[in-house]
């Protein structure tokens, strides 16, 4: 810390440097320093700091943000009076390279979960039929694995039935930075999805090649960062996309959600029986609305019956000749849809109900895999296998 004709201290440059690298870009979720958002900082005689800021785009949405958090870091800094934060906006040529190293380097439409080398599980949530839970069992699994320490993201695929950003609580707008689409992030799970680009609840009308373009430009035109986990929310059945997924990521994973009752078992057998054909892994099969605890007594009340979960598992493990295991068995609970009406997932907002316990449970076993491939690329032992 230096000090002026009048021996008042005055804070260094470096200091207020090595504040402003505590700051990360809320969307990129870098250090502003290291994406080279940081345009000039002035330090006053009297200890006032001003510091430039470059935006990604002119009408970035976490501008506030941004100015509430370097105000915040600087004011820390000994000798610091007042902080005053002016924004600028990157020119095309910052942008561009700004996009180039967020890329590291690669080549423009790669999906970046499907080249050699990636340790980024991916789960395409998969069922033969609409109105089963799938998208609610998606999210909460979402929200549980961030909430024990992952980095996740979900893509929602199902393009015509959207319905993860209400369910997750994700109400921010994707910001773009030249071809690159940050995307926002609720309850610590980065999330895109077509409704955040339709005007209120417009229909998207579209056929199969749109379909893959757009699964294709959520994939490699996202910058997700380094995530742990990505999971994809199909829509029902065998379409466009769940053949797109196949094509794109390779390597996804299918999970397959159903209910107890036959009828729905039957066609979500169907549905994970793609694997055969598009050479996948089954992970498993999660069986919602298993049933409904009665509120007078500790009995079970097998609204949709009862073995749903488990026929699929056994079909699949007949058909794949690879053993299918069921993950678990989620309850019937009005909290679960109130919480996905809300945005609140289950998980999060009453982690001790039944239906939060099998949710977690079913998490932990996705999670425990995700760090079992980890530990094994630093050399570890899994501490989880399945």
Not at 168 to 175: E, F, K, N, S, V
Not at 259 to 282: L, Y
Request: charged fraction near 20%.
């Amino acid at each position: 810390m230096a000090t002026d004709t009048y021996g008042t201290a005055v804070p260094a440059e470096e200091a207020v440097r090595e504040a402003l690298a505590t700051v990360n870009d809320p969307e990129i979720h870098r250090p502003i320093t290291d994406l080279g958002m940081v345009k000039s900082v002035d330090i006053g005689a009297d200890g006032a700091v001003a510091v430039t800021v470059y935006l990604t785009v002119s009408g970035c949405p976490m501008r506030d943000t941004i100015t509430r958090s370097v105000t915040d870091a600087v004011a820390r800094v000994a000798g610091v009076t007042r902080v005053d934060v002016t924004l600028d906006v990157m020119g095309d040529e910052q942008r561009r390279a700004l996009a180039a190293s967020l890329r590291g380097g690669t080549a423009e439409r790669e999906v970046p979960f499907a080249q050699p080398g990636s340790l980024t599980r991916v789960y395409a949530v998969a069922s033969g039929k609409g109105g089963v839970g799938k998208s609610s069992v998606t999210v909460n699994l979402a929200a549980a694995m961030a909430a024990d320490g992952l980095k996740v993201g979900v893509v929602d695929a199902d393009i015509y039935g959207h319905s993860v950003p209400r369910m997750l609580g994700a109400d921010g707008r994707p910001t773009q930075v030249e071809n690159m689409i940050m995307p926002p992030s609720a309850n610590g799970v980065k999330v895109i999805s077509i409704g955040m680009f339709t005007p209120g609840n417009a229909p998207v009308v579209w056929r199969g090649p749109m379909l893959h373009r757009a699964l294709q430009q959520f994939l490699a035109d996202v910058y997700w960062g380094d995530l742990d986990v990505l999971l994809l929310d199909l829509p029902p059945g065998t379409g466009d996309i769940a053949i797109s997924v196949a094509q794109l990521v390779p390597n996804a994973e299918i999970l397959v959600v159903t209910t107890p009752q036959q009828a729905a078992a039957e066609v979500a057998e169907r549905a994970g029986s793609i694997a055969v054909q598009t050479h996948q892994k089954i992970v498993g099969v999660v069986e919602n609305m298993s049933g409904l605890p009665c509120p007078h007594c500790d009995e079970m009340i097998d609204v949709f019956g009862t073995g749903g979960g488990k026929l699929v598992a056994e079909g699949l493990t007949r058909t794949t000749g690879a053993e299918v295991p069921v993950l678990g068995a989620i309850p019937i609970d009005v909290r679960l849809r109130e919480g996905g009406d809300e945005g609140k997932p289950i998980v999060l907002s009453d982690p001790d109900s039944p239906a939060s316990t099998a949710l977690r449970g079913i998490a932990g076993k996705l999670g425990g895999r995700q760090r079992g491939l980890a530990g094994m690329s630093l050399g570890i032992t899994p501490r989880n296998k399945f």
